[in-house]
């Protein structure tokens, strides 16, 4: 495993670190994986997202009780039922100094809805919107949309003028392998800015000395490294090289607890982690099938689902750090029904007989993608699974590989079997109906179906669950909606995934449901 010569390197970075600001208050982060890019618009993925949100704000955002409150907008209101008043905060500057207007917001709503953006879901709902003063804007939706506040949270605003100056007025597109200036340097409005970026190695980030709020950190530096191998993470920690260390690797929790120098915190995170199936093409691109889609049939669905193991799945591979669902939202999320989490039953035979009904009895081969270095034991998940189906006759070609390579791959649909996570960010049921479950659309409708499932009822259900004030009407049309999507067996739902941070004993961090890490709430001791 090569723990001790990767330690032996990585106290080298933090030694150096810590020698080229010795006054300064270093935190230090040790992750499994990295930001694949510092472009706010660029990756739809919590990581990328908690990244860049220490270093660029939205207008609404979540407090340290995860309750929504005001960022670069100070207040806002519904003015009709499709818009919306913006009150944009004053005298409050880029890191380059540049005041933030109005101006900066309606182009990264255009960024943000454009070509190469993976976050599209976030700004699909909005027809336009119109400046009033510089300070001062409406947002205008397609139709009225009441959980606009809590959808834009992780809508990012960009600088206009350094965009337009540094060639960065599109994203960085990781699925065409397109670069520019915003993957590697930043200028936002947040509490920390960029100073360093090596990707996949380490990154380094400063206070913002013109940054318009209450910081209430008293760290200087964070220097946020990547240290993929599970051992070497924890012995970093351990050793005191590090401060923070996330994900805890579920076979290390309680020995981390016992050795007394750090703190686990635990909590369940609002992420469901599922497989979807390319359910679009007439041939699979990756399967000895030819001339059909196995995937088509919901029969082949069904035995795939019913082939998993999850209680040895929970139990063996996640030692009880995941509870298993059977729905694509955990009971944390608006819009959950008890009555539906109920997943089919392990049955390797009904499994067998469900492919053989559906022309395979012999089972088929297919290749499986999955990150390696996302999800907590997300590799070992997939390993579980593709064990699982092999009692059932279908071989599984495993293809697990860092996230860098991984999203491109399957965000470009390249696929034909696949693990994805998904946090609901807004807390709302609508946050998984639209951009996971919703047939791939314009304005980010299923730009994270994968597999391209669809189905025409739960659309106009959707479309229709946005706009609904109502809230007996509206739970209902999302019970109607979600019994549609399991009945279909649009995708496979595993379990909801729980947090395991560890933290060196003196440091004091919020830990958000949905895995992220506002480093202007951390302290660090001595």
Same mark, same amino acid.
């Given at each position: 495993?090569?723990?001790?010569?990767?330690?032996?390197?990585?106290?080298?970075?933090?030694?150096?670190?810590?020698?080229?600001?010795?006054?300064?208050?270093?935190?230090?982060?040790?992750?499994?994986?990295?930001?694949?890019?510092?472009?706010?618009?660029?990756?739809?993925?919590?990581?990328?997202?908690?990244?860049?949100?220490?270093?660029?704000?939205?207008?609404?955002?979540?407090?340290?009780?995860?309750?929504?409150?005001?960022?670069?907008?100070?207040?806002?209101?519904?003015?009709?039922?499709?818009?919306?008043?913006?009150?944009?905060?004053?005298?409050?500057?880029?890191?380059?100094?540049? &005041?933030?207007?109005?101006?900066?917001?309606?182009?990264?709503?255009?960024?943000?809805?454009?070509?190469?953006?993976?976050?599209?879901?976030?700004?699909?709902?909005?027809?336009?919107?119109?400046?009033?003063?510089?300070?001062?804007?409406?947002?205008?939706?397609?139709?009225?949309?009441?959980?606009?506040?809590?959808?834009?949270?992780?809508?990012?605003?960009?600088?206009?003028?350094?965009?337009?100056?540094?060639?960065?007025?599109?994203?960085?597109?990781?699925?065409?392998?397109?670069?520019?200036?915003?993957?590697?340097?930043?200028?936002?409005?947040? &509490?920390?800015?960029?100073?360093?970026?090596?990707?996949?190695?380490?990154?380094?980030?400063?206070?913002?000395?013109?940054?318009?709020?209450?910081?209430?950190?008293?760290?200087?530096?964070?220097?946020?490294?990547?240290?993929?191998? !599970?051992?070497?993470?924890?012995?970093?920690?351990?050793?005191?090289?590090?401060?923070?260390?996330?994900?805890?690797?579920?076979?290390?929790?309680?020995?981390?607890?016992?050795?007394?120098?750090?703190?686990?915190?635990?909590?369940?995170?609002?992420?469901?982690?599922?497989?979807?199936?390319?359910?679009?093409? !007439?041939?699979?691109?990756?399967?000895?099938?030819?001339?059909?889609?196995?995937?088509?049939?919901?029969?082949?669905?069904?035995?795939?689902?019913?082939?998993?193991?999850?209680?040895?799945?929970?139990?063996?591979?996640?030692?009880?750090?995941?509870?298993?669902?059977?729905?694509?939202?955990?009971?944390?999320?608006?819009?959950?029904?008890?009555?539906?989490?109920?997943?089919?039953?392990?049955?390797?035979?009904?499994?067998?007989?469900?492919?053989?009904?559906?022309?395979?009895?012999?089972?088929?081969?297919?290749?499986?993608?999955?990150?390696?270095?996302?999800?907590?034991?997300?590799?070992?998940?997939?390993?579980?699974?593709?064990?699982?189906?092999?009692?059932?006759?279908?071989? =599984?070609?495993?293809?697990?590989?860092?996230?860098?390579?991984?999203?491109?791959?399957?965000?470009?649909?390249?696929?034909?079997?696949?693990?994805?996570?998904?946090?609901?960010?807004?807390?709302?049921?609508?946050?998984?109906?639209?951009?996971?479950?919703?047939?791939?659309?314009?304005?980010?409708?299923?730009?994270?179906?994968?597999?391209?499932?669809?189905?025409?009822?739960?659309?106009?259900?959707?479309?229709? =669950?946005?706009?609904?004030?109502?809230?007996?009407?509206?739970?209902?049309?999302?019970?109607?909606?979600?019994?549609?999507?399991?009945?279909?067996?649009?995708?496979?739902?595993?379990?909801?995934?729980?947090?395991?941070?560890?933290?060196?004993?003196?440091?004091?961090?919020?830990?958000?449901?949905?895995?992220?890490?506002?480093?202007?709430?951390?302290?660090?001791?001595?």
């Amino acid at each position: 495993m090569h723990t001790k010569p990767r330690l032996a390197a990585l106290t080298a970075s933090l030694l150096l670190a810590a020698c080229l600001s010795a006054q300064a208050v270093t935190l230090r982060i040790a992750n499994q994986g990295d930001a694949t890019s510092l472009d706010p618009h660029s990756l739809q993925e919590s990581l990328q997202l908690t990244v860049t949100g220490n270093v660029y704000e939205p207008l609404v955002t979540r407090g340290a009780d995860f309750k929504l409150t005001a960022a670069l907008a100070t207040d806002w209101k519904q003015t009709s039922p499709t818009v919306w008043r913006f009150n944009l905060r004053k005298n409050v500057q880029f890191h380059d100094g540049t &005041p933030f207007t109005a101006d900066d917001v309606i182009f990264s709503y255009d960024r943000a809805r454009g070509e190469g953006s993976d976050v599209k879901s976030y700004v699909g709902q909005i027809k336009q919107i119109n400046k009033i003063d510089d300070h001062t804007i409406d947002i205008v939706t397609s139709q009225p949309f009441p959980i606009l506040p809590d959808l834009i949270t992780n809508w990012y605003i960009m600088s206009k003028k350094w965009c337009e100056a540094n060639q960065a007025t599109r994203p960085v597109d990781r699925r065409k392998g397109i670069e520019n200036a915003a993957s590697f340097r930043t200028n936002g409005t947040g &509490p920390f800015r960029a100073r360093e970026r090596q990707p996949n190695v380490r990154s380094v980030f400063t206070r913002s000395p013109n940054y318009w709020g209450k910081i209430d950190s008293n760290v200087d530096e964070v220097v946020f490294n990547v240290v993929g191998n !599970d051992a070497t993470r924890v012995a970093a920690l351990l050793s005191g090289e590090v401060d923070v260390m996330e994900p805890v690797p579920v076979q290390d929790v309680e020995r981390i607890k016992r050795d007394g120098k750090a703190n686990v915190l635990q909590g369940p995170e609002l992420r469901v982690v599922f497989l979807g199936m390319d359910q679009k093409r !007439d041939e699979l691109q990756f399967s000895n099938i030819k001339g059909k889609n196995p995937f088509k049939d919901k029969r082949v669905r069904q035995a795939f689902y019913q082939a998993i193991d999850i209680e040895a799945i929970r139990t063996r591979v996640m030692r009880n750090s995941a509870i298993p669902v059977a729905l694509m939202i955990p009971p944390q999320v608006r819009g959950y029904a008890k009555d539906l989490d109920k997943r089919l039953p392990y049955d390797t035979e009904a499994a067998k007989k469900l492919l053989a009904e559906a022309g395979y009895p012999n089972g088929f081969e297919v290749k499986m993608n999955c990150p390696n270095d996302r999800y907590v034991n997300d590799s070992d998940i997939c390993q579980a699974v593709a064990a699982n189906l092999a009692r059932i006759g279908v071989k =599984i070609n495993l293809e697990a590989e860092t996230k860098a390579s991984y999203f491109p791959k399957i965000l470009r649909r390249d696929t034909s079997f696949y693990m994805l996570g998904w946090v609901a960010s807004t807390v709302d049921v609508h946050n998984v109906l639209f951009p996971v479950m919703g047939t791939p659309g314009e304005g980010g409708r299923g730009q994270f179906n994968l597999g391209a499932y669809s189905n025409p009822k739960l659309d106009e259900l959707t479309d229709k =669950i946005a706009s609904e004030v109502d809230d007996g009407k509206r739970m209902a049309m999302i019970h109607e909606a979600m019994k549609l999507h399991q009945d279909d067996i649009g995708h496979i739902p595993l379990h909801q995934q729980t947090l395991n941070w560890a933290v060196r004993k003196g440091v004091t961090v919020v830990q958000l449901p949905d895995n992220f890490m506002p480093w202007k709430f951390i302290q660090v001791g001595k």
